[in-house]
Nanobody, 123 residues
Framework: QVQLVESGGGLVQAGGSLRLSCTAA????????MGWFRQAPGKEREFVSG????????FYADSVKGRFTASRDGAKNTVYLQMNSLKPEDTAVYYC????????????????WGQGTQVTVSS
């Protein structure tokens, strides 16, 4: 089992940057594919980015491609989401999640979730 803890959210102006972190308080992330999701008020949770730990391959939603970068640090058992050129529409609670399978984009395939971190982008 994996226990995930996110950090790094905050308030930033449009065009700014933030880096989110997701650390395993319990478990080894190298056994998983890690996903980043977000949920804005009144909307469904949506896929943002993912990283397959073993291959270090990444995948992104079209809405963030070219602006967001997922990465991992094995020594720290942590994944990151670097978010650049932020837009007001990026405002949401961001979650990291883990699944023991493939590079899925669907919420239903992820078994473990962090508590979420708020990202607010002002215009």
């Amino acid at each position: 089992q994996v226990q995930l803890v996110e950090s790094g959210g905050g308030l930033v102006q449009a065009g700014g940057s933030l880096r989110l972190s997701c650390t395993a308080a319990r478990g080894n992330l190298s056994d998983y594919t890690m996903g980043w999701f977000r949920q804005a008020p009144g909307k469904e949770r949506e896929f943002v980015s993912g990283i397959v730990w073993k291959s270090d391959s990444t995948f992104y939603a079209d809405s963030v491609k070219g602006r967001f970068t997922a990465s991992r640090d094995g020594a720290k058992n942590t994944v990151y989401l670097q978010m650049n050129s932020l837009k007001p529409e990026d405002t949401a609670v961001y979650y990291c999640a883990a699944n023991a399978g493939r590079a899925y984009r669907e919420v239903r395939y992820y078994d473990y979730w962090g508590q979420g971190t708020q990202v607010t982008v002002s215009s």
